[in-house]
């Protein structure tokens, strides 16, 4: 079935440092893809999305470009503050029968001063 | 604008009881879906429904009740808890069920302890 893989966490970096979370996922058809976070005891919300190949989602300095010949949807983010600290969650979702989004695990990225 | 409103924020059980977590949403959205976040395993889809009167099951259903009798009400019956479903609880809403073009909007999350 669909899935969504995220590399494990936590990512700790210094601010202004550069970010990138890698996020692979295995689809059988052509699903649309979003990353969302998660600040500290808060629910989810969407950061980003690209629904097809080659798209590129931007938001809040974060961008990821929708790469279908690696199938990769990797977040980046050219100098990260404090405030990015959360959770960062990938996701994927294929209009199938349940029209359900499939989450990675998520990643936690803290950001120290 | 309240958006997703979940009830309680925490909740300890003892196991056997059962109790209903609330979800309300004020932006007439058809869809909503409860989901649990477990640590490693990211969030896993419980039961969602695509409109009032109308639920389905999601990948982790069992030991779960639901029901939609409004568009804005949809809450989450726990029959008999039992210690494996501690966690997170998230409700969350959308515009329709086709999240490509209608993101997910989620309430902040209900934690959920069985003893």
């Known amino acids: 079935g669909d899935s969504v893989t995220q590399m494990e966490g936590p990512v700790t970096l210094s601010e202004e440092a550069f970010l990138t979370i890698n996020c692979t996922y295995t689809a059988t058809g052509y699903p649309s893809l979003f990353w969302y976070v998660q600040y500290p005891g808060e629910g989810l919300q969407l950061l980003l999305k690209?629904?097809?190949?080659?798209d590129k989602g931007s938001n809040k300095g974060f961008e990821a470009t929708y790469r279908k010949e690696t199938t990769s949807f990797h977040l980046e983010k050219g100098s990260v503050q404090v405030s990015d600290s959360a959770v960062y969650f990938c996701?994927?979702?294929?209009?199938?029968?349940?029209?359900?989004?499939?989450f990675g695990t998520g990643t936690l990225l803290a950001v120290q001063p | 604008n309240a958006g997703v409103t979940q009830t309680p924020k925490f909740q300890v059980l003892k196991t056997g009881q059962s109790m209903t977590l609330q979800c309300a949403q004020d932006m007439n959205h058809e869809y909503m879906s409860w989901y649990r976040q477990d640590p490693g395993m990211g969030l896993r889809l419980i039961h969602y429904s695509v409109g009032a009167g109308i639920t389905d099951q999601g990948e982790v259903p069992n030991g779960y009740n639901v029901s939609r009798s409004t568009t804005e009400d949809f809450p989450l019956r726990l029959l008999s808890a039992a210690p494996s479903q501690t966690s997170v609880y998230f409700c969350a809403s959308s515009y329709s069920g086709q999240t490509y073009n209608s993101p997910l909007h989620f309430g902040n999350g209900t934690r959920l302890t069985v003893t």
């Open positions: 996701a994927l979702f294929d209009g199938g029968a349940t029209n359900k989004l499939i």
């Open positions: 690209a629904t097809k190949a080659d």
